[in-house]
């Protein structure tokens, strides 16, 4: 056998990598429902079989299942329509805006498939996939070394799953804050997804606000997405020029616990992730508490609004940002 041959057959032969999925146990002090036994056993399932699917395919196939979403999903295209009717400034109907809502789509079946091959990649492959396009690494760095952990600032553009990640494989400890948004299969299914290399989620609560606290004091990096008022309980401010509510977690933890606030978007670029890191910023607590917080939303919509403004057909978001407008009865 020559020595080509002998390569060949290794590679061939080469035994497969762990698994970065997470155990799924049946302790009597971790019960669990049925519900999320379903979504933990789908999502492990078909991250095996995404894994040995060329990924040329699956992303041809995953663009197609975007495709399809748009043209069937009613509500969910009349939300993100409103959306990017919003951030371009054109009706929801113009064919500019249509052409990023399918975009839309497609961008968040293949983010889909990204979490699944995640698990199966080790965190050095997962860090060279990304390129870092603005900022530096620096930024965070000083951030954390300044020791009250780190706010990160995020939304729902391009690949945000992957940012965990990357920064874990960067060297820093990270956790997100996350909420349920959708149905509880489906956040189960993802969250299943999200603790691969053993990323640790907070479910925003009562509860969740503390521990997040805790975990600043900790020295972590502490991700929120901050595009959406999922609880209706954020701040008013003007956003792309008009008024909605925005959530206040990432300037009010800032104010409280003295974390530096730096916001980190990515978006997707073909198999490569373009991260790009803004100068970090913190919010001043006085005895103000409301003229603190006001100040520290003006920089955190700022952020948003520039990251959404460089790939408006990645922003994932499928909920209304703005409230819909009332129709004024006629006489």
Same mark, same amino acid.
């Given at each position: *056998?020559?020595?080509?041959?002998?390569? =060949?057959?290794?590679?061939?032969?080469?035994?497969?990598?762990?698994?970065?999925?997470?155990?799924? +146990?049946?302790?009597?002090?971790?019960?669990?429902?049925?519900?999320?036994?379903?979504?933990?056993?789908?999502?492990?399932?078909?991250?095996?079989?995404?894994?040995?699917?060329?990924?040329?395919?699956?992303?041809?196939?995953?663009? !197609?299942?975007?495709?399809?979403?748009?043209?069937?999903?009613?509500?969910?295209?009349?939300?993100?329509?409103?959306?990017?009717?919003?951030?371009?400034?054109? @009706?929801?109907?113009?064919?500019?805006?249509?052409?990023?809502?399918?975009?839309?789509?497609?961008?968040?079946?293949?983010? #889909?498939?990204?979490?699944?091959?995640?698990?199966?990649?080790?965190?050095?492959?997962?860090?060279?996939?990304?390129?870092?396009?603005?900022?530096?690494?620096?930024?965070?760095?000083?951030?954390?070394?300044?020791?009250?952990?780190?706010?990160?600032?995020?939304?729902?553009?391009?690949?945000?799953?992957?940012?965990?990640?990357?920064?874990?494989?960067?060297?820093?400890?990270?956790?997100?804050?996350?909420?349920?948004?959708?149905?509880?299969?489906?956040?189960?299914? *993802?969250?299943?997804? =999200?603790?691969?290399?053993?990323?640790?989620?907070?479910?925003?609560?009562?509860?969740?606000?503390?521990?997040?606290?805790?975990?600043?004091?900790?020295?972590?990096?502490?991700?929120? #997405?901050?595009? !959406?008022?999922?609880?209706?309980?954020?701040?008013?401010?003007?956003?792309?020029?008009?008024?909605?509510?925005?959530?206040?977690?990432?300037? !009010?933890?800032?104010? +409280?616990?003295?974390?530096?606030?730096?916001? *980190?978007?990515?978006?997707?670029?073909?198999?490569?992730?373009?991260? *790009?890191?803004?100068?970090?910023?913190?919010?001043? =607590?006085?005895?103000?508490?409301?003229?603190?917080?006001?100040?520290?939303?003006?920089?955190?919509?700022?952020?948003?609004?520039?990251?959404?403004?460089?790939?408006?057909? %990645?922003?994932?978001?499928? %909920?209304?940002?703005? @409230?819909? +407008?009332?129709?004024?009865?006629?006489?």
């Amino acid at each position: *056998m020559t020595d080509h041959q002998e390569s =060949r057959t290794e590679e061939v032969f080469r035994p497969l990598e762990r698994s970065g999925l997470p155990r799924i +146990e049946f302790r009597r002090s971790q019960r669990r429902d049925a519900v999320f036994y379903l979504a933990a056993f789908s999502a492990a399932i078909l991250s095996w079989v995404v894994r040995f699917i060329p990924s040329g395919f699956v992303s041809f196939v995953a663009r !197609r299942i975007g495709d399809l979403s748009y043209l069937v999903s009613k509500q969910w295209r009349a939300n993100v329509s409103s959306n990017i009717s919003h951030v371009l400034d054109e @009706p929801e109907d113009s064919a500019r805006v249509q052409r990023t809502v399918r975009s839309i789509f497609q961008t968040n079946a293949l983010n #889909l498939v990204s979490l699944l091959r995640t698990p199966h990649q080790s965190l050095d492959e997962l860090y060279e996939q990304t390129r870092l396009v603005h900022g530096d690494w620096g930024i965070l760095d000083d951030a954390v070394a300044e020791g009250n952990g780190v706010v990160l600032l995020t939304a729902h553009l391009g690949p945000f799953d992957t940012m965990g990640i990357t920064i874990s494989a960067h060297g820093d400890r990270f956790v997100a804050l996350t909420a349920k948004t959708t149905n509880r299969f489906v956040f189960e299914f *993802m969250s299943f997804l =999200r603790k691969a290399h053993r990323l640790e989620l907070i479910e925003a609560s009562s509860s969740g606000v503390r521990e997040a606290i805790q975990v600043l004091r900790g020295g972590y990096v502490l991700c929120l #997405l901050s595009d !959406r008022d999922f609880f209706l309980n954020g701040r008013q401010v003007s956003f792309f020029g008009e008024e909605t509510t925005l959530p206040i977690g990432a300037a !009010r933890l800032s104010r +409280e616990t003295g974390a530096a606030i730096v916001p *980190m978007f990515t978006v997707r670029a073909g198999d490569t992730n373009l991260l *790009m890191i803004e100068d970090a910023f913190h919010v001043e =607590r006085t005895s103000d508490r409301n003229a603190d917080i006001a100040a520290g939303m003006v920089r955190v919509v700022d952020a948003i609004e520039t990251a959404i403004s460089i790939a408006p057909d %990645q922003w994932v978001m499928f %909920q209304r940002v703005w @409230p819909e +407008e009332a129709e004024i009865p006629t006489r």
